[in-house]
């Protein structure tokens, strides 16, 4: 049996047991395109977790990272949220806990805390209002202390203070990936690509921002190229993203700004994976109730503001 005819076999096998089991299947955008073709919806993390708790699905398969995972189970506690490899992780949201942000909190005297999305249950649930990429600044704006505490990611912080007037304290986490990304890497891609415009996401250095043509999350990007009259784009984010929006976008084409960009956590989800977790419910997800109530709080004030 050659390897295209097992990998059709798995995702035949997928396929029915989801029907079966009453299964939802998530991708996130980084995630394989084999991944991403078997999945029932692919995007961003919070946007994926909001769909399906919309849904009338049993069980949630989310193929992306643990703190992804744990957003589907904080906003659908009567779902079975399975995380197909729970050795999946990230670096950026294991830069926090919730201990040292509560003593930090408890130093800058008790300001407000904006937790990215990108961040543990746990985390969430001692910070008082989430943001992503996408609506940061909005949430920013929205909160009507002057100081604002913002976790766990420096780079967004510093996208969120060059476009409001409060004061934004910074918590030294980062993506190691698009923390990476140099200028001297954006030069050689546009050196490459003359006629591509270049889109950045906001987990990027200030310093490649300002290059940019556009700051965009993942979807954003997505959408991004879909409103523009341009055909070439420069992509300033991991290099998963490729597939999906050359995918939405056959007639334009898109090229990575780095391919340094690449998160091995983002791939150890394999279609091996989704079909075990599905016949035998492994990776199963859970968040303590108490913990649960209070990032649920901290997510729902972020969505209540749109």
């Not at 926090?96 to 300001?111: F, H, Q, S, Y």
């Given at each position: 049996m050659n390897n295209q005819t097992e990998t059709g076999q798995i995702e035949t096998k997928i396929r029915q047991l989801a029907k079966e089991k009453n299964a939802i299947i998530l991708a996130h955008n980084y995630e394989p395109p084999e991944i991403q073709e078997i999945a029932d919806l692919c995007g961003d993390s919070l946007e994926l977790s909001i769909q399906a708790s919309k849904t009338s699905a049993d069980i949630i398969v989310f193929c992306g990272v643990l703190f992804m995972a744990e957003t589907a189970y904080i906003l659908s506690p009567e779902k079975t949220v399975l995380l197909p490899n729970p050795d999946a992780g990230c670096p950026m949201a294991d830069m926090v806990d919730p201990i040292a942000l509560t003593a930090r909190k408890k130093e800058l005297g008790n300001i407000p805390v904006i937790t990215y999305v990108n961040s543990s249950a746990a985390v969430k649930?001692?910070?008082?209002?989430?943001?992503?990429?996408?609506?940061?600044?909005?949430?920013?704006?929205?909160?009507?202390?002057?100081?604002?505490?913002?976790?766990?990611?420096?780079?967004?912080?510093?996208?969120?203070?060059?476009?409001?007037?409060?004061?934004?304290?910074?918590?030294?986490?980062?993506?190691?990936?698009?923390?990476?990304?140099?200028?001297?890497?954006?030069?050689?891609?546009?050196?490459?690509?003359?006629?591509?415009?270049?889109?950045?996401?906001?987990?990027?250095?200030?310093?490649?921002?300002?290059?940019?043509?556009?700051?965009?999350?993942?979807?954003?990007?997505?959408?991004?190229?879909?409103?523009?009259?341009?055909?070439?784009?420069?992509?300033?984010?991991?290099?998963?993203?490729?597939?999906?929006?050359?995918?939405?976008?056959?007639?334009?084409?898109?090229?990575?700004?780095?391919?340094?960009?690449?998160?091995?956590?983002?791939?150890?989800?394999?279609?091996?994976?989704?079909?075990?977790?599905?016949?035998?419910?492994t990776g199963e997800i859970k968040v303590p109730e108490d913990i649960r109530i209070a990032a649920l709080g901290s997510v729902q004030k972020m969505i209540d503001i749109g």
């Amino acid at each position: 049996m050659n390897n295209q005819t097992e990998t059709g076999q798995i995702e035949t096998k997928i396929r029915q047991l989801a029907k079966e089991k009453n299964a939802i299947i998530l991708a996130h955008n980084y995630e394989p395109p084999e991944i991403q073709e078997i999945a029932d919806l692919c995007g961003d993390s919070l946007e994926l977790s909001i769909q399906a708790s919309k849904t009338s699905a049993d069980i949630i398969v989310f193929c992306g990272v643990l703190f992804m995972a744990e957003t589907a189970y904080i906003l659908s506690p009567e779902k079975t949220v399975l995380l197909p490899n729970p050795d999946a992780g990230c670096p950026m949201a294991d830069m926090v806990d919730p201990i040292a942000l509560t003593a930090r909190k408890k130093e800058l005297g008790n300001i407000p805390v904006i937790t990215y999305v990108n961040s543990s249950a746990a985390v969430k649930a001692v910070s008082d209002i989430c943001c992503t990429s996408a609506n940061v600044i909005r949430v920013t704006n929205a909160i009507e202390a002057d100081e604002i505490l913002m976790t766990p990611d420096r780079n967004l912080a510093q996208y969120a203070a060059a476009n409001t007037h409060k004061k934004i304290h910074l918590w030294e986490g980062y993506c190691p990936f698009h923390n990476n990304l140099r200028p001297q890497d954006v030069a050689a891609a546009k050196a490459a690509h003359p006629k591509a415009l270049f889109i950045a996401h906001p987990e990027c250095p200030p310093e490649i921002l300002e290059l940019a043509d556009s700051i965009e999350s993942t979807s954003g990007m997505i959408r991004f190229a879909g409103e523009s009259d341009r055909d070439q784009f420069i992509l300033g984010t991991e290099t998963g993203l490729i597939y999906p929006i050359s995918k939405a976008h056959p007639n334009k084409r898109f090229f990575p700004a780095s391919d340094k960009m690449y998160c091995l956590d983002m791939k150890k989800i394999t279609l091996a994976h989704v079909l075990d977790s599905l016949e035998n419910l492994t990776g199963e997800i859970k968040v303590p109730e108490d913990i649960r109530i209070a990032a649920l709080g901290s997510v729902q004030k972020m969505i209540d503001i749109g």
